[in-house]
């Protein structure tokens, strides 16, 4: 059982560079989100899908793309990376919108540091 | 909007000791409440959750009880264990619209032997 898997697990980027960090799930969920984790902020959304074709932005989603093609792939873009965007990035993912009954699973997260 | 708030950490408490962490959340109507714990170097993991108010959610040793007239969801555990450290996150999804669950920013335990 897979479930949630990210890659890389750590990338160093320079300032301006661009970067595709991966999220494949392979349980059928119909939800997939990012979210990314800082000190003393918890989680913050970035974007999120409700299906294949569908994408939505969260609560901080300046500097970052997303595309849901398939069912399985959820991957985040960074078309040009600023030190503010360094930061541990979670992908998880859901049956439904994420809910009592649809529980999260999230990925081992990725690391991502930029100079 | 929602939104979660917990006690600062890190809590440091020795084996077998009584463990609360507070969490107190702002939503409009009846939202679910979860907490969430993430193990060194691991994603996080659903611990508990409650869907209406009384419910009281309980996983491992740990509960939490979801108080509406308080707007509070704090996790206990009777005796804590050194495995038990790790970083616990309360979360709520409001009743309608929102599709995505707000995240308190986390409280580190530290469980010495």
């Known amino acids: 059982n897979a479930g949630v898997t990210q890659t890389p697990k750590f990338q160093v980027l320079k300032t301006g560079q661009s970067m595709t960090l991966q999220c494949a799930q392979d349980?059928?969920?119909?939800?997939m989100s990012w979210y990314r984790q800082d000190p003393g902020m918890g989680l913050r959304l970035i974007h999120y899908s409700v299906g294949a074709g569908i994408t939505d932005q969260g609560e901080v989603p300046n500097g970052y793309n997303v595309s849901r093609s398939t069912t399985e792939d959820f991957p985040l873009r960074l078309l040009s990376a600023a030190p503010s965007q360094t930061s541990v990035y979670f992908c998880?993912?859901?049956?439904?919108?994420?809910?009592?009954?649809?529980?999260?699973?999230f990925g081992a997260g990725s690391r991502l540091t930029v100079l | 909007g929602n939104s979660v708030t917990q006690m600062e950490g890190p809590v440091t408490l020795s084996e077998e000791a009584f463990l609360t962490i507070n969490c107190t959340y702002t939503a409009t109507g009846y939202p679910s409440l979860f907490w969430y714990v993430q193990y060194p170097g691991e994603g996080l993991q659903l611990l508990l959750k409650a869907t209406k108010a009384d419910d009281k959610g309980s996983n491992k040793g740990f509960e939490a009880t979801y108080r509406k007239e308080t707007t509070s969801f704090h996790l206990e555990k009777g005796s804590v264990q050194v495995s038990d450290s790790a970083v616990y996150f309360c979360a709520l999804r409001g009743p309608r619209g929102r599709r995505a669950l707000t995240f308190g920013s986390g409280t580190r335990l530290q469980v010495q032997p």
């Open positions: 998880a993912s859901s049956y439904g919108t994420p809910s009592g009954a649809n529980v999260l699973t």
């Open positions: 349980m059928n969920h119909e939800y």
